[in-house]
């Protein structure tokens, strides 16, 4: 089993930032890539931006220019470093990790999920 635990979100005002944090812990083999979604109420959850095990990074056109996304592969952690912040920034963001747990086991694990909200 796999756990991941986010860690950063809170209340902020518009142009401000925030840095959100995400520690895989558990049987874990290999990570491959991992990612940042949000959801807004009454919205689909969508990528934000995701980054895989060799570090190239790709960002959604609504973020790019303000959010950074990193990993720590010693530490199975991923970074969301997120800038100028708008209201429309205001969801809960999940983490994913595309984790392999066994010789020819791989699943797409999910945490439980940060308040990000974004507001004067």
């Known amino acids: 089993q796999v756990q991941l635990v986010e860690s950063g979100g809170g209340l902020v005002q518009p142009g401000g930032s925030l840095r959100l944090s995400c520690a895989a812990s558990?049987?874990?083999?290999?990570?491959?890539?991992m990612g940042w979604y949000r959801q807004a109420l009454e919205n689909q959850r969508e990528l934000v931006a995701s980054?895989?095990?060799?570090?190239?990074?790709t960002l959604s056109a609504s973020v790019k220019g303000r959010f950074t996304i990193s990993r720590d592969n010693a530490n199975n952690t991923v970074y969301l470093q997120m800038n100028s912040l708008k209201s429309e920034d205001t969801a809960v963001y999940y983490c994913?990790?595309?984790?392999?747990?066994?010789?020819?086991?791989?699943?797409?694990?999910w945490g439980q999920g940060t308040q990000v909200t974004v507001s004067s």
């Open positions: 558990g049987t874990i083999f290999a990570i491959y890539a």
């Open positions: 994913n990790a595309d984790v392999r747990t066994g010789w020819i086991t791989r699943q797409s694990y």
């Open positions: 980054i895989s095990s060799g570090g190239k990074a």
